[in-house]
């Protein structure tokens, strides 16, 4: 069983910056592919970027992959969401997601079998 906790989020201005964490718990953090999606009021869970368990590889949504960067520190068991240039219509909360699996990088919620409990971001004009 893994737990994630996502923080960062916040209220930001149009053309800011914020860094969001999702720090996981127990021992095998670092062999997962970690996932970070964003849903906002009305839409769907949109996917945005996904990073590989040995931060080899990353693949990142369309609309976000020139503004956000995903990272990981497997000896504090967290994963980052870097987000710059940020615009109103990234208001959303925030989720991290965990694949045990690790056998690919998914932009589909159902390769992830762990969430956690989000973290609101919102980008004024």
């Known amino acids: 069983q893994v737990q994630l906790v996502e923080s960062g989020g916040g209220l930001v201005q149009a053309g800011g910056s914020l860094r969001l964490a999702c720090a996981a718990s127990g021992r095998t953090f670092s062999t997962y592919a970690m996932g970070w999606f964003r849903q906002a009021p009305g839409k769907e869970r949109e996917f945005l970027a996904v990073i590989s368990w040995n931060t080899h590889n990353t693949y990142y949504a369309d609309s976000v992959k020139d503004r956000f960067t995903i990272s990981r520190d497997n000896a504090k068991n967290t994963v980052y969401l870097q987000m710059n240039s940020l615009k109103p219509e990234d208001t959303a909360v925030y989720y991290c997601?965990?694949?045990?699996?690790?056998?690919?990088?998914?932009?589909?919620?159902?390769?992830?079998?762990?969430w956690g409990q989000g973290t609101q971001v919102t980008v004024s004009s």
């Open positions: 997601a965990a694949d045990s699996t690790a056998a690919r990088l998914w932009s589909s919620q159902r390769g992830y079998e762990y």
